[in-house]
């Protein structure tokens, strides 16, 4: 996937713009809708300018009320559009619940392939940005449990460009999860063409002999950082395999990994209990057990409501690069 | 001048509204007699052992009958619950097909068996209802019928839902947004005045549902859901107004639910006997068969012949269900996504 | 007889609704006053960077005010959002106390500072706000007035919303089952025609959110948000029905958002400048400043008095909350539940 | 917890009603709201007769509305009362997950401790009942990742009683989860008195010195069988523990039973994917790793939606006996 000719670096939050643009011209069946989308451009202007270029009939300010977003996204999706839906803030995705997890991700398999729904919910997600507990919530764990859903979250606008594209295509619901923090945080480049990237694949973003790290979103950036602290300051090469999705999840490509290094860590920004990591660790433990030489270990929030909006304690709430790069360290020395 | 009762009759037959001719309103007769067989039967079932929920249609039949007969089948959608039997047979679908959801053997036509009876997608009118939860249907309708106005197609879409679904918050949202993009969808409410057990006054605090219409800048009318001919004059206009680009309608249909909810229930618990006594004169099939004759077009001997016919045709669809095996086991595990690739349905 | 303007100005305090004497109108100006430099001052910090976000009372503090004055802080109870800094002060929260909200600072009264200004708990009015969750409060809110209700206490419940709340299901459920239940609760709506960018006519396809009521059974009333006395007589009336057994009621307080929607906003995105230049004739400050001199009832020497005063109060305010420290770390780790034992705030 | 004087054996269901009664006579500030509870007596009778004793005022019909339910009731509770809200079937608590998930969840956490919420909320759940899509669903998961609420699953009468008294005693947003299908295959003895079991803690409900079997609800009542199978046939004794809690879970009592099994499996109706189930192993694979003999093996639903109508399917879907007997056979093998 990686190639020659590359666009120049954009930010997340462009590249994602960019593709849903580039998708709106492909194909005159997609229509975006949610809240704040049009003239607004959405709160973090992944839309800027198009209800200018597309027309209020693509891309439709809808009334705060989120059931009815993704309720009509849906039955629009059954019959013949592709929507793509935008959830203002991740925390506000529970009143959709019902539509997302109880009806969408159900179409296909209860009318035994006779209906499906090719829909794709975007929801910006995460903390970090002083959003207190409702602006910054992270909420996959319930659609990756969901089976007829797939959950992407990319870290890196490479990936973001190439999975939304492979999100939008798809002809069943996706939700889409874009990393707040790393809206403007974090810039790259992409190859320069309509590609795709595979939903269901982790990715190997740095090689490593030592630990495998498995991690996904803005701590996958973190979790970089703190492999090249620990290489740098004791030698210790780490993997980090970036999950991009979430349902499925890959247990190919970890388990790859941690036969090669023996011990495992999973670093994530939500909080632990019943969580990605507690199945990147089951996946590990059933199906790697006899690779492991340590316990596997995970980073997380602590249990306690996602975040407060005092500075300091959301700096404590979440996993930074030194707290991974100790824990890397203490793994690497079991 | 005098009336005879044949003028009486020739002046209400004068009066059927437009599209509704005698021939239509005895055909819709012939399929309520065997919604009624069909529906009798499968609680009879239930009984046996052999299905294991169905909820009734019973006094539903001439709202839902009025309703079909106002679409077009060949080009309207239909987001339906639990309680349409009637209207699925008016929309072409056999004993058999529905006998077979009830039974849950191989071949059902909606769901492969996964789901209840009359959940699913037709394979041959675009009617389908994804699931169980009550008033989901009311917001995904709302997307139906914006996607057609996207492509500028004229068909309409009709929401079937209950008194009951009218206190979710999804029906507020479904017709708000109905009512904002005037979307070519009916709300088609069969008010039969129970949430289960729970009574229309422990509901809502207002008599009508269609009263609420105005919150939403959409029309809404109450019609005696008995009548199979109000009910397709008030749906009709509902329905030209949508394929017109008029928008959306709300429109109530009053009836009774004639046996308790479903298999699994006791109205007694709930309904006094006086009540249960008194419903039983709001059953549609009476009043329709009445109605049919003072205008002279049911004669006797087609209401016996009707009668017999539905009884031979659920028959023979019970046996033909019943030879039916169930689905094969190892079918479950497709289509939970267009491609199971990647482990998603990973045992 | 002709009239002298003083003969006008005492004929309107004569009508001035019971309850609502001279003095207390001009203490609600007073606090007004506070409110608006305290606005001011919040939008300034975000500027310098040191206040994460704010939403601003502006254009709303009359509609606040006469609701506040309508009711008794000593016994009834208040779910606020995030746009009730006018009420907040009304209801005797310090200047101080709002700034530490902003600048989330130790000893911050609501939350500890875990959550966005006005979410939380207030230690000494019945006023709080779980969430950012728009909407959400109109549930709890109808729970909190059962809970009097069952109690036999008088209190009344007083449950803010926006526009935008309103085409959210909870609201539906919300009024449906206080209209059913006929609790002592009022839907307060601020209603500023915008939910951030959105504009009223892609919200609903109705005019008016106060015409609604009639779906729940429970009187509904628009009224001029930007006049002091008729947002408190409406809102007066309501809270009297309520008091007395009468049930809920709905009253819409028709306002302008003077800024963009939060301190992240530019409202110039989708506003036309012709709209943000007259809005700003909706101002209910000098409206009420000039209502307040007509009246007689303020001179311009306290005018200025008020204002001075305001300005010195939000300095000291300043000084104070930033000299505060942040809380302390460890603080968040407690109040997940009653009892922490078993793991639940385990790292 | 357990002695002499007991109550005669009655069902799961039994005991669940007999407690809401008692509770009620207690404590004036409890009262009951949900869908057909009143005259119906809930559609699994759950409080038949309640409304004779209680009245109107104290046993809530309530309209078809989920998210009203759940948001009443917290409103309610933080306004001194102690509600018990009724979700009909599991599959219908979706459009109330804003209220509880999002809302009750964190009123004390962001309230720092000035309101609280006291209530429960009751949810029939899980299959083998011919409920389909809609009738049948395990929906724990979000629940038992969430903090600020405590999660509970009994399988037993004996817990059901001592459950459900903590529940509504707690101060602190509950979650009870009745298996429907326990309702009345269910029966069992309890002390005779107003006894209450620790939330929190995991019950060892048969001891093994060769496996440890971590389970919940309906499944512990076919791991138990499995576990009598294997005794017989194989020797193999298993050691069964009963979670009881979901949130928090108890991984002492988890862990005391694998450091002398050497081995752990789990077994849950729900499917697998980031679960309960995930957690568990998890746990072992971080905390009791070098107690390991063998991979963490889980037994789960398969990744499809929850379950199918036709009842061979349903069968096929549902872990039984004899699949969690050829597991824990596997198991002890390795
Ligand atoms: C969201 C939801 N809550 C509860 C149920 C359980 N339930 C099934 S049907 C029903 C009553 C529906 O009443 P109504 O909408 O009036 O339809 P009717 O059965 O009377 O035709 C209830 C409560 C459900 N299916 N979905
Ligand atoms: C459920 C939900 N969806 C979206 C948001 C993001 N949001 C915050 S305020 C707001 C607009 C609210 O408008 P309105 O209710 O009219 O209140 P106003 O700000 O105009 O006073 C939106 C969409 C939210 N907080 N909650
Ligand atoms: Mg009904
Ligand atoms: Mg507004």
């Known amino acids: ?21 580039m998708e709106m011209r492909r194909d005159p069946d997609i229509f975006m809708l949610g809240e704040d989308i049009g003239p607004r451009g959405g709160v ?4 800027e300018g198009f209800v200018d270029e597309f027309g209020e009939g693509r891309i439709m300010n809808t009334p705060l009320a989120e059931s009815s977003i993704i309720g009509i996204a849906l039955g629009a999706a059954v019959n013949g559009m592709r929507p793509v839906a935008e959830i203002q803030f991740a925390d506000f995705v529970w009143p959709a619940i019902n539509q997302l997890v109880g009806e969408a991700a159900r179409v296909r398999y209860g009318t035994n392939g006779g209906k499906f729904a090719p829909m794709t919910v975007r929801v910006p997600y995460g903390g970090g940005v002083r959003g207190g507990l409702y602006h910054s919530q992270s909420i996959e764990v319930l659609f990756a449990h969901t089976p007829g859903l797939q959950v992407i979250a990319p870290a890196t606008p490479w990936d973001a460009r190439g999975l939304l594209r492979s999100a939008i295509r798809s002809n069943d619901p996706t939700v889409f999860l874009e990393h707040k923090r790393t809206y403007r945080l974090v810039r790259g480049e992409a190859p320069d063409r309509e590609y795709t990237e595979p939903i269901g694949k982790a990715d190997v973003k740095r090689a490593g002999s030592d630990v495998t790290l498995v991690t996904y979103g803005l701590m996958l950036h973190y979790s970089l950082q703190a492999a090249e602290m620990v290489s740098q300051s004791d030698g210790i090469e780490t993997e980090v395999v970036d999950l991009r999705t979430l349902r499925p999840i890959d247990g190919e490509t970890i388990l790859d990994s941690v036969s090669q290094t023996g011990r495992a860590m999973i670093v994530q920004e939500d909080t632990g209990a019943v969580s990605v990591s507690s199945e990147v660790a089951a996946i590990i433990a059933s199906e790697g057990f006899f690779d492991l030489d340590a316990p596997v270990n995970r980073v997380t929030a602590p249990e306690i409501p996602p975040m407060p909006f005092s500075p300091l304690q959301e700096a404590e709430y979440m996993p930074s690069p030194e707290k991974i790069a100790a824990s890397i360290r203490r793994l690497a020395e079991v | 001048m005098s009336e005879s009762p044949s003028d009486i009759a020739v002046e209400a037959e004068l009066s059927l509204p437009s599209g509704l001719t005698r021939e239509r309103l005895l055909g819709a007769y012939k399929t309520m007699c065997l919604s009624r067989v069909l529906d009798v039967r499968i609680w009879t079932l239930n009984r046996q052992g052999k299905a294991a929920i169905a909820a009734s249609a019973q006094g539903h039949e001439a709202a839902q009958l009025g309703t079909v007969l106002a679409t077009d089948p060949t080009r309207d959608r239909y987001l339906i619950y639990y309680r ?15 006998l077979m959801q009830f039974l849950a053997r191989d071949g059902e036509i909606l769901s492969a068996a996964r789901q209840f009876p009359l959940h699913g997608a037709h394979p041959r009118v675009d009617l389908f209802s994804f699931s169980n939860v009550v008033g989901t249907q009311l917001p995904q309708a709302v997307g139906v019928a914006l996607a057609d106005k996207m492509k500028g197609r004229d068909a309409v879409t009709i929401s079937f839902f209950g008194d009951g679904a009218a206190s979710q918050g999804d029906c507020h949202e479904a017709m708000n947004f109905a009512g904002i993009h005037k979307v070519p969808v009916v709300f ?23 009263s609420r219409a105005s919150s939403y800048g959409i029309p809404g009318i109450e019609v005696d859901g008995t009548d199979v001919v109000a009910t397709y004059e008030a749906v009709k206009e509902a329905v030209d107004r949508a394929r017109s680009g008029g928008g959306a309608s709300l429109v109530e249909l009053r009836v009774e639910r004639l046996l308790p909810h479903t298999t699994d229930d006791d109205h007694t618990r709930y309904r006094s006997k006086e009540d249960i006594e008194r419903i039983a004169s709001m059953d549609p099939l009476p009043i329709t068969e009445a109605m049919l004759k003072r205008q002279g077009i049911l004669d006797q001997a087609t209401d016996d012949e009707f009668k017999e016919w539905a009884r031979r045709e659920v028959d023979d669809a019970t046996d033909e269900a019943e030879a039916t095996p169930f689905p094969p086991v190892g079918d479950m595990y497709e289509k939970v996504l267009e491609s199971d690739a990647g482990g998603n349905s990973r045992a």
């Open chain 2, 84 to 98: 349409q039997l009637t209207a699925m047979l008016a929309l072409g679908t056999t004993p058999t097909e529905m």
């Open chain 1, 1 to 21: 996937m990686r190639e020659a000719t590359l666009v120049p670096e954009m930010t997340l939050i462009e590249s994602v713009r960019e593709t849903l643009r």
């Open chain 2, 188 to 210: 088609l409410c069969e008010n039969n005045r129970y949430a289960i057990s729970v009574p229309l006054e422990q509901q809502m605090p207002v008599d009508s549902i269609a």
């Open chain 1, 44 to 47: 973090f202007l992944a839309s």
